[in-house]
T-cell receptor, first 109, second 117 residues
Framework: KNEVEQSPQNLTAQEGEFITINCSYS?????LHWLQQHPGGGIVSLFM???GKKKHGRLIATINIQEKHSSLHITASHPRDSAVYIC???????????FGKGTHLIIQP | ETGVTQTPRHLVMGMTNKKSLKCEQH?????MYWYKQSAKKPLELMFV???????ENNSVPSRFSPECPNSSHLFLHLHTLQPEDSALYLC????????????????FGPGTRLTVL
């Protein structure tokens, strides 16, 4: 089973700051998921990436398959970015994902 | 709005009750999933259905019984639950590709917040 670790677990920052959330996993994979969970529970898929970098608006995700590490960056952070960010990797069974514990991000105005 | 709906959104039940959670996806996907999210714990995969066939049962107790009558609907039947089963239950769907399902983007419903008294 893949072990997925995220850091930090909690992060509070001021509006406008550059945010980095890290994810490492134990078993080699070909792709990794980043998800966003807002208060109330709804989860949205942000990225699925297998190499290099992907960008969507102010969100950037990078992955280094050899080092088994991925990062999620938020540029010009805004209070609406406050949420739990979760990374997930294949390895929770044949068809399943193993999830990190999540990073609880609060952006203060 | 992700195209995946779940009902009810909140459910309170006693340990002797029988209830069902419903999930419906309007995305034309063929794979559906049940996940459990307990307080202070990571999301846990419970069941996977691919083209209506169960492909994964992640050692879930038999008091949870899934049903997938067609590719658009997924149920989770609950009976004689325990207080520790209180959690957020999330449904997701994906379109199977050539690779294992875990490499396909998943679309999540809003979840059912379950409290077992």
């Amino acid at each position: 089973k893949n072990e997925v670790e995220q850091s930090p677990q909690n992060l509070t920052a001021q509006e406008g700051e550059f945010i980095t959330i890290n994810c490492s996993y134990s078993v080699g994979i070909s792709a990794l998921h980043w998800l966003q969970q807002h208060p109330g529970g709804g989860i949205v898929s942000l990225f699925m990436l297998s190499s290099g970098k992907k960008k969507h608006g102010r969100l950037i995700a990078t992955i280094n398959i050899q080092e088994k590490h991925s990062s999620l960056h938020i540029t010009a952070s805004h209070p609406r970015d406050s949420a739990v960010y979760i990374c997930a990797a294949p390895g929770g069974g044949a068809d399943g994902l193993t999830f990190g514990k999540g990073t609880h991000l609060i952006i203060q105005p | 709005e992700t195209g995946v709906t779940q009902t009810p959104r909140h459910l309170v039940m006693g340990m002797t009750n029988k209830k069902s959670l419903k999930c419906e996806q309007h995305l034309g996907h063929n794979a559906m999933y049940w996940y459990k999210q307990s307080a202070k714990k990571p999301l846990e995969l419970m069941f996977v259905y691919n083209f209506k066939e169960q492909t994964e049962n992640n050692s879930v107790p038999s008091r949870f019984s899934p049903e997938c009558p067609n590719s658009s609907h997924l149920f989770l039947h609950l009976h004689t639950l325990q207080p520790e089963d209180s959690a957020l239950y999330l449904c997701a769907s994906s379109q199977p590709g050539l690779a294992t399902l875990a490499y396909n983007e998943q679309f999540f419903g809003p979840g059912t917040r379950l409290t077992v008294l």
